[in-house]
């Protein structure tokens, strides 16, 4: 018996002395990789390691301002030269692919004009470039000969100190000469310049303005300014002198309006109406949101999964309208052939309204009074107007002219301003040499490849 209890003990000390050595093992050996048994176990953590320290001394990518002269700014950052010789990275190196100049650069290298004014007391044309960033000053006669590439203007108010960008909207002052830029897309300021402004200069006067402003018009004996307002769907009006932050006087906005994506204003004030264009991408907002942003409406009280598209149209107020009010007259319809309306002119004296209709290639002239689906008094259209995608229209009623800036190919076109049909343009003032073609490309927020039609595609 007290042999076998003797032989029991020192199994049990052999025992604790081979658990203590594997525990000793264990704790004091470092991290170890350990196969799992069964995979259906799970992840399980076995070690942790400090990463490397990371190397900051490499050259940064040369900054570059949104609003440099567009003539060469984004091209001059896509072919930034390689780093020196000192600083350059090994054959090995990943960051070799980065500073290589592109294979190809999508970029149209001229002006494409947006939209235009006209300055009747010092004969001239004025014309927005929104590819360029940049107004253009013409004399009211240019006509570009076919055999040249283009005109030259008389004076170009561009780049930075400007803070002219994605320029859309351009009003003349009738007395001053004043000259009232809109920013679209990026800037949200209304800047307005001397007439005798020329080069890289800064605005003589700056309004902070909603995002996606868009169109403006001014009725000068009331010394008032109205702007449309894309996103938020709206027109703001504000004092004519308005600047910094000033807020808006009256506002139509709201469910009741019906005002969906707006882009051209117009104003008859000897009836009292302002006329509104409508592309007809619309949303839903809460009842009683004022739509506060920069300077105006926002986006705020927008309702979820409300948005939708509906027709373009045409829709017509009150010119003291103030807030959510219902239109007293809206165009619309396939009759109309409103597609994607633009800028807009009315002449007083005849009550006629003139639109840029950038989805039809053409100018439609409505009466002031026309309501519903109804066809327009005429249309100027077809392969002689040489209208292309035109977003800007206005009168040179001391001349008896209609001008129209187009998009979709370089050129402010002139016609008799009782034009009617495929008529040819009395006169042609071209950006860029005849076979050059227009690309259209504004503020692109992504890109995509189509493989099986080996199409880029850009949405802008």
């Known amino acids: 018996m007290k042999m076998k209890k003797l032989q029991n003990g020192t199994w049990i000390i052999g025992m604790l002395g081979v658990v203590a050595a594997v525990s000793w093992v264990v704790l004091f050996s470092g991290p170890r990789v350990i196969e799992p048994k069964h995979a259906s176990r799970g992840p399980k953590l076995i070690a942790i390691h400090p990463l490397p320290e990371m190397e900051m001394s490499g050259e940064m990518c040369q900054w570059m301002p949104a609003s440099a002269n567009a003539a060469g700014a984004m091209f001059a950052l896509l072919q930034q030269p390689a780093a020196s010789e000192g600083t350059a990275a090994s054959a090995s190196d990943p960051r070799e692919t980065l500073e290589r100049p592109p294979v190809r650069v999508i970029k149209d290298p001229y002006p494409t004009y947006s939209a235009v004014a006209v300055d009747l007391a010092h004969n001239e044309i004025v014309l927005q470039d929104e590819n360029l960033f940049q107004i253009m000053a013409y004399d009211s006669m240019t006509n570009t000969p076919a055999s040249a590439s283009f005109s030259e203007p008389k004076r170009i108010i561009g780049g930075h100190h400007t803070k002219i960008e994605f320029n859309c909207g351009l009003y003349i002052d009738p007395k001053t000469g004043d000259i009232y830029s809109v920013n679209n897309d990026t800037i949200d300021t209304m800047v307005v310049f001397s007439r005798e402004a020329k080069g890289d200069v800064p605005p003589t006067r700056e309004l902070e303005t909603p995002h996606g402003t868009y169109g403006i018009a001014v009725d000068e004996a009331a010394e008032e300014l109205f702007l449309t307002v894309q996103h938020a769907a709206g027109v703001v009006v504000y004092p004519k002198y308005a600047q910094g932050d000033d807020k808006p006087i009256r506002m139509i906005v709201g469910n009741n ?200 595609l850009v949405p802008n």
């Not at 506060?292 to 309702?303: A, N």
């Not at 392969?383 to 050129?411: F, S």
């Open 257 to 456: 309006t019906k005002i969906a994506d707006p882009h051209g204003v117009a104003l008859d004030t000897k009836n009292g109406w302002v006329f509104v264009a409508n592309y007809g991408n619309s949303s839903q907002y809460q009842p009683g949101e004022e739509r506060k942003g920069g300077g105006g409406t926002g986006g705020q009280g927008r309702i979820n999964g409300s948005g939708k598209f509906v027709a373009p149209s045409i829709t017509v107020y009150p010119i003291k309208t103030d807030g959510d009010v219902a239109p007293l007259r809206t165009i619309s319809g396939p009759k109309t052939q409103i597609n994607w309306p633009g800028h807009m002119a009315l002449d007083e004296e005849t009550g006629l309204l003139y639109v840029a209709n950038d989805g039809g290639d053409s100018v439609l002239v409505f009466k002031g009074t026309d309501n519903g689906d109804v066809a327009p008094a005429r249309v100027i259209k077809g392969p002689r107007t040489q209208i292309k995608n035109p977003t800007g229209v206005t009168l040179d009623k001391k001349n008896k002219e209609i001008i129209v800036a187009n998009m979709g190919n370089h050129r402010a076109t002139v016609y008799p301003i009782d034009a009617s049909g495929d008529v040819p343009p009395k006169r042609v003032i071209r950006a860029a040499p005849p076979d050059q073609p227009a690309l259209q490309i504004g503020n692109p927020g992504a890109v995509s490849y189509d493989t099986r039609r080996n199409e880029i």
